[in-house]
């Protein structure tokens, strides 16, 4: 019997796939979590969403790059914020932020964070966010149910009313 699964293969007759990129896990959390909640009157959908990163969005040419980083940074881009913010206070947190990482990088040192990106989840969970580093869409997902189990603080709409 062949089996398929994602990372090195160790078998004979197993059939193994790349892991999934940063990208498809993000998208691939964003389009359950967007599902799961699509009936929730608690889940503010407008308030969540991804921070684009400047250097994907200006393509391969360095040129084109370095002038849309230039452009972007002039307008307020921050190197380090996270992948995913949700902006509705919940159980006390006034956002929940996570940052995506591959599946391969869990073992890399500081769990493959740049140094800018820990000094922003740092400060995120400093002034009281709740945090998550996540390796895959069903890390993402538990990260973002467990927030949203939270369930809004008195005083706190859940939507603008």
Not at 110 to 118: E, F, K, N, P, V
């Amino acid at each position: 019997m062949t089996t398929i699964r994602r990372g090195k293969s160790s078998r004979v007759g197993e059939v193994v796939l790349p892991p999934l990129t940063e990208h498809q896990e993000q998208t691939i959390f964003f389009t359950n979590a967007c599902f799961n909640y699509r009936n929730d009157p608690t889940f503010v959908r407008i308030l969540f969403f991804a921070v684009p990163n400047g250097a994907a969005l200006a393509g391969k040419n360095k040129g084109v790059r370095a002038r849309v980083g230039s452009k972007l940074k002039d307008e307020g881009l921050t190197s380090g914020v996270a992948d995913v913010h949700y902006l509705q206070p919940r159980g006390g947190h006034p956002y929940l932020v996570i940052e995506m990482k591959r599946s391969t990088e869990r073992n890399h040192k500081d769990g493959g964070l740049r140094q800018d990106q820990i000094e922003y989840l740092d400060e995120a969970k400093r002034v009281g966010a709740m945090t998550a580093v996540c390796y895959c869409a069903d890390e993402a997902l538990q990260a973002f149910d467990l927030y949203m189990s939270l369930g809004i603080v008195e005083g706190e709409s859940p939507k603008n009313e």
